[in-house]
Each structure stands twice: as structure tokens, then as C-alpha cells.
């Protein structure tokens, strides 16, 4: 029912900055979570931020904290991921998620997208 489409993602020295971008299409809610998660080579995919459609809440993970800011627009059904300082353990796989609940576990989301890859390096 929702399709979520990441874009933004590449390939970048560390200390830059990226804007991860998720467009949804399909029916949203006022009431999801809209969060992302990332996952490294060999790792299990670990969440990093969430917002809400409505609302002010936001929630970003601790290693990220400082630096990554989520957002969203929801007029265009777009969340984003602003990312600077980037560090190249920040490297990974950037997936879009949607979630009736907290959106804050990986076993709870609803909807992915396809992700997109953040490279980092040094």
C-alpha cells in the first residue's frame, strides 16, 4: 500500500554532508512514524531516526546524535536525513521505513524502501 523511494546517497570524504531524501507514494497516515535505518556490510540494521507526520517528536539514535537531523515535508510525503560530519563508520546502507508504532525497532516496521548506499571515507 506505501512505497517508500530513497535517493541522496553516494560517496564522500569524511566531515562532509548528505541529504538523504524518502518519497512516499500510496496512502500514508497522520498517525505512522516515519524513521530510517541503516545497515552495514555483515551487520544487523540498526535504527538511526524517526519522526511523525504530525507532530514535533523526533527521536535520533545516540551515535548519530549531533550531527544527523531528520525532517520531513509533508505536503510532498518526503522524510529527510541530514547528515554532516560524516565519519566513515557511518558507512552503510540507508533504508526509509514506516511504522504505525514508535518506529523505533526494526521488527516493527511496516514498510521499507529499497535503500540507498552512504559511503564514507577517510
Known amino acids: 500500500q506505501v512505497q517508500l523511494v530513497e535517493s541522496g546517497g553516494g560517496l564522500v570524504q569524511a566531515g562532509d554532508s548528505l541529504r538523504l531524501s524518502c518519497a512516499a507514494s500510496?496512502?500514508?497516515?497522520?498517525?505512522?512514524?516515519m524513521a530510517w535505518f541503516r545497515q552495514a556490510p555483515g551487520k544487523e540494521r540498526e535504527f538511526v531516526a524517526r519522526?511523525?507526520?504530525?507532530?514535533?517528536?523526533?527521536y535520533v539514535a545516540d551515535s548519530v546524535k549531533g550531527r544527523f537531523t531528520i525532517s520531513r515535508d509533508n505536503a510532498k510525503n518526503t522524510v529527510y536525513l541530514q547528515m554532516n560530519s560524516l565519519k566513515p563508520e557511518d558507512t552503510a546502507v540507508y533504508y526509509c521505513?514506516?511504522?504505525?508504532?514508535?518506529?523505533?525497532?526494526?521488527?516493527?516496521?511496516?514498510?521499507w524502501g529499497q535503500g540507498t548506499q552512504v559511503t564514507v571515507s577517510s
Open positions: 519522526i511523525r507526520w504530525s507532530g514535533s517528536s523526533t
Open positions: 521505513a514506516a511504522d504505525r508504532g514508535s518506529g523505533l525497532y526494526y521488527q516493527g516496521v511496516d514498510y
Open positions: 500510496g496512502r500514508t497516515f497522520d498517525g505512522y512514524a
